[in-house]
């Protein structure tokens, strides 16, 4: 399959009226990705298992020309996922995207850590991102149309964080997991990367980043400095657009030099 936008002229909307499924749309990353992708064009579908977040969401997007829908999903309950993926196109018309972001982390050393976390974090890091893939791959691939994937791992999957353990080999999966699904949905016209950040600050980590500990973390980095949601954005908008046909398979960590160190 080629590219059907190739040799197209260059656009401010290369995303116009395609649909985008974003996970993990509450907060960080995921709020952030909505805008960005919604802002070159696309149609958003924005979910997470925070009803009022997802509400306040859509309609903060929809006061930006937005179109933009709120799917309530909890992607560990993987029966869920294809009727969420179908309210969706519903919505807002055929998949073009997933965004697979939702994520968990913490931990603590290898001798006192739980089966407890051990499941919370495989079962959403992996697990759930792996079932979300194969269910927007199967829309495309039953539907003979293209379409874009991109996985939000992290540097933990390309290097070795002290106790975060669990978490670390779910990210080190997310990368492997990329290039299997890269190899074996190429011939569908299926492109799909990840992108590996470094230390960016969300909610999840703000207020640690400003104790002492988090402070001497900071200054260890090649730039002494922490990134913003907002560092992602290029690359984001680079792995969903419809131009970047040749890419796939392509594992970007987008770490201010952070995995130099």
Same mark, same amino acid.
């Given at each position: 399959?080629?590219?059907?936008?190739?040799?197209?002229?260059?656009?401010?909307?290369?995303?116009?009226?395609?649909?985008?499924?974003?996970?993990?749309?509450?907060?960080?990353?995921?709020?952030?990705?909505?805008?960005?992708?919604?802002?070159?064009?696309?149609?958003?579908?924005?979910?997470?298992?925070?009803?009022?977040?997802?509400?306040?969401?859509?309609?903060?997007?929809?006061?930006?020309?937005?179109?933009?829908?709120?799917?309530?999903?909890?992607?560990?309950?993987?029966?869920?996922?294809?009727?969420?993926?179908?309210?969706?196109?519903?919505?807002?018309?055929?998949?073009?995207?997933?965004?697979?972001?939702?994520?968990?982390?913490?931990?603590?050393?290898?001798?006192?850590?739980?089966?407890?976390? @051990?499941?919370?974090?495989?079962?959403?890091? +992996?697990?759930?991102?792996?079932? /979300? %893939?194969?269910?927007? *791959? #199967?829309?495309? $691939?039953?539907?003979?149309?293209?379409?874009?994937?991109?996985?939000?791992?992290?540097?933990?999957?390309?290097?070795?964080?002290?106790?975060?353990?669990? @978490?670390?080999?779910?990210?080190?999966?997310? +990368?492997?997991?990329?290039?299997? /699904? %890269?190899?074996?949905? *190429? #011939?569908?016209? $299926?492109?799909?990367?990840?992108?590996?950040?470094?230390?960016?600050?969300?909610?999840?980590?703000?207020?640690?980043?400003?104790?002492?500990?988090?402070?001497?973390?900071?200054?260890?980095?090649?730039?002494?400095?922490?990134?913003?949601?907002?560092?992602?954005?290029?690359?984001?908008?680079?792995?969903?657009?419809?131009?970047?046909?040749?890419?796939?398979?392509?594992?970007?960590?987008?770490?201010?030099?952070?995995?130099?160190?």
């Amino acid at each position: 399959m080629t590219d059907s936008t190739q040799g197209q002229p260059l656009s401010d909307k290369p995303l116009s009226g395609r649909h985008i499924f974003i996970t993990g749309a509450t907060s960080g990353f995921g709020n952030r990705f909505a805008h960005v992708l919604g802002g070159l064009g696309a149609r958003v579908s924005v979910a997470g298992r925070r009803v009022e977040r997802l509400d306040a969401l859509v309609a903060d997007l929809k006061t930006k020309g937005i179109e933009a829908f709120a799917v309530p999903l909890d992607v560990t309950d993987l029966p869920a996922i294809a009727p969420a993926l179908d309210a969706a196109e519903s919505a807002l018309g055929p998949l073009y995207g997933l965004v697979n972001n939702s994520g968990v982390g913490g931990g603590t050393s290898i001798e006192k850590e739980t089966v407890e976390n @051990y499941d919370w974090i495989m079962n959403t890091n +992996v697990k759930a991102v792996y079932f /979300m %893939a194969q269910a927007a *791959a #199967r829309r495309f $691939i039953e539907r003979k149309t293209e379409g874009r994937i991109v996985n939000i791992a992290s540097i933990a999957g390309l290097r070795v964080l002290p106790k975060l353990s669990i @978490y670390c080999i779910s990210k080190a999966a997310v +990368v492997q997991m990329t290039r299997t /699904m %890269a190899i074996e949905w *190429a #011939r569908h016209g $299926i492109n799909v990367n990840a992108i590996c950040p470094g230390y960016i600050e969300t909610e999840i980590n703000s207020e640690f980043f400003r104790t002492e500990a988090g402070q001497k973390s900071i200054a260890r980095f090649p730039r002494a400095r922490v990134g913003k949601v907002e560092d992602l954005d290029g690359i984001i908008s680079l792995m969903l657009d419809p131009r970047s046909g040749f890419m796939t398979g392509a594992i970007v960590n987008v770490d201010d030099g952070q995995l130099l160190m």
